[in-house]
């Protein structure tokens, strides 16, 4: 009769551990929904500017940076008090979707993969510097802010290129998920490119770059919705 304790100990723990995964993801799907609404808000309450034409009329989509909504003052010159917080709380809430994100990524990594812990760990480091983005603007921090962009960005492009090698050695439904990785990892990839290559210039960058930020976070956040909806409907997710 002893011999089913440990057994039934070792159940036990895997089905503390996925009720807890499901949490996660639970909670990074609330937060990235969270996110949409304040920075729906953010983007009507901005008043204008873009960095190619400061007269612009209100916020465009793929000439603005993220960043540029949580300025205190926008582009154009007019005072942004509400819209800058509704930005910054958006931008934290995306940072703890990233935060469950990475957490329950490794989840559904083969058993035993050296990567599970090292994804935690730069996907962690990562969000605790992306935090610190919205909230050191530009316009007061200079280049303080964009050393703490690019310090999160190459960890988590660190982080995620671990993840995606794993879930392809992972085989089956995974490699579906490092399919949606890789786009994710090569956008991202080209727009910190972009983003170093411009961050000298005396002049405004081009389209170019805010756009391929806006794309970056596009995918990033499909591959987010898809592990995190992945790991609510599936009950067997693999173990360590």
Known sequence: ?????????????????????????????????????FWAGAMALYPGGTWLDRSHRGESFFANFFCDLAQPVSLSGVANPVGSRLAQFGMLLFAA?????????????????RCRSWVRRAG???????AFVPLTPSERFGRLHAVLALVSGGLGLLAALLAVWALFASGGRSRALALLGSLALAVGGVDTVLFIEHLADSAPPPLLVPAAQKIAALILSAWMVSVASLTLLDDNSRRA
């Open 124 to 130: 962690g480091l990562s969000v605790l510097v992306f």
């Open 1 to 37: 009769m002893s011999q089913y304790v440990p057994r039934l100990d070792q159940e036990s723990k895997a089905t503390r551990a996925r009720a807890s995964s499901k949490r996660v993801a639970l909670a990074t799907l609330s937060c990235l929904l969270g996110f949409v609404g």
């Open 97 to 113: 979707a990233l935060g469950g994100f990475f957490w329950v990524l490794p989840e559904h990594f083969a058993p035993g993969s």
